[in-house]
């Protein structure tokens, strides 16, 4: 099946800093799709994108469909940023693949 | 719009033990999936309804896992008998359908295997 690798897999961030997480799938996708599970295991949609560039608030998001990599932009991070950012992808065969996660820590 | 509803939200059973969740999905959306999450890892696809029928269950441990969609909007999830290692936060999922839309989850069901 398809692979998804994250990276980093651990993030710690001082309130206020920026930061870019990067997903690389390894084959080519329908669509990918960036979560966020807060402490408390809830997982919260943040963008749908198969390809393009995506912003809300201050959070945004860009996949380069062609190479195979999709990259998610924390700025000004806050401590209600916690948690954990899975990158989701979805094959031909429409199954959604998730990777691993990147473990984000906002100190205030 | 309400979201995917899931209950209960904790479960704790001793192995052997048989144990339900229900999902109930947002309005209108036909595609229902249950995934499985083990502490640590990313949602695992355990199996994926369109409307009443099973799109995919390839990953469904079927000597002991079961679902349904009788009615084509509610499901439900069965283990039994339990396992030590089905100790996971099981969660439910829907989306308008089952290609090219996104999916929107519910808050799971946490299960704790004594």
């Known amino acids: 099946g398809i692979q998804v690798e994250q990276s980093p897999p651990d993030l710690i961030l001082q309130e206020g800093a920026n930061s870019t997480l990067r997903c690389n799938f390894s084959d080519s996708v329908n669509n990918l799709q960036w979560f966020h599970q807060n402490p408390w295991g809830q997982l919260i949609n943040l963008f749908y994108?198969?390809?393009g560039t995506k912003q809300n608030g201050r959070l945004s998001a860009t996949t380069v469909a062609t190479e195979r990599y999709s990259l998610l932009y924390i700025s000004s991070s806050q401590t209600t940023d916690s948690g954990v950012y899975f990158c989701a992808v979805e094959p031909h065969d429409y199954k959604l693949s998730f990777g691993a996660g990147t473990t984000v820590t906002v100190r205030a | 719009e309400a979201g995917v509803a899931q209950s209960p939200r904790y479960k704790i059973i001793e192995k052997r033990q048989s144990v339900a969740f229900w999902c109930n999905p947002i309005s209108g959306h036909a595609t229902l999936y249950w995934y499985q999450q083990i502490l640590g890892q990313g949602p695992k696809l355990l199996i994926q309804?369109?409307?009443?029928?099973?799109?995919?269950d390839s990953q469904l441990p079927k000597d002991r896992f079961s679902a349904e969609r009788l009615k084509g909007v509610d499901s439900t999830l069965k283990i039994q008998p339990a396992k030590l290692e089905d100790s996971a936060v099981y969660l439910c999922a829907s989306s308008l359908s089952f290609n090219n839309q996104p999916q929107h989850f519910g808050d799971g069901t946490r299960l704790s295997i004594l």
């Open positions: 309804f369109q409307n009443n029928g099973v799109v995919d």
């Open positions: 994108i198969p390809s």
